[in-house]
């Protein structure tokens, strides 16, 4: 399984980011921080890739940082499931 932080409306354009990561609370972060300045908030997602959706593994940076981050082609993921949602931040919220 592979997760990603999202913009939910990103998710209603079936925009989905190419940027994932094995860990759930790594892509929780995004969700709920990042995305959540943004229209509609955050949300969660959990899929299923497989060998032929991945472009990269994580660089030497990526797993410095702890999120080991994968390239994936969103034309390859199967089996998304939204795990969460958090609500849209306004500037004064940051």
């Known amino acids: ?3 990603r932080g999202e913009q939910v409306q990103r998710l209603a354009a ?6 994932w990561s094995r860990h759930q609370e790594v892509a929780q972060r995004f969700a709920s921080g990042l995305c ?7 949300v969660l997602l959990q899929a299923y890739a497989g060998p032929e959706a991945f472009i ?3 660089s030497e ?6 999120e080991e981050e994968l ?5 390859h993921i199967e089996s998304v499931i939204e795990l ?3 609500p849209e931040k306004s500037d004064l919220d940051v």
């Open 84 to 86: 969460a949602r958090f």
């Open 14 to 19: 079936r925009q989905i980011g190419f940027n």
């Open 56 to 58: 990269s593994g994580s």
């Open 61 to 66: 940076h990526s797993i410095y940082l702890g």
């Open 36 to 42: 959540t300045l943004y229209t509609g908030g955050g």
């Open 71 to 75: 390239v994936v082609d969103p034309r």
């Open 1 to 3: 399984m592979i997760y």
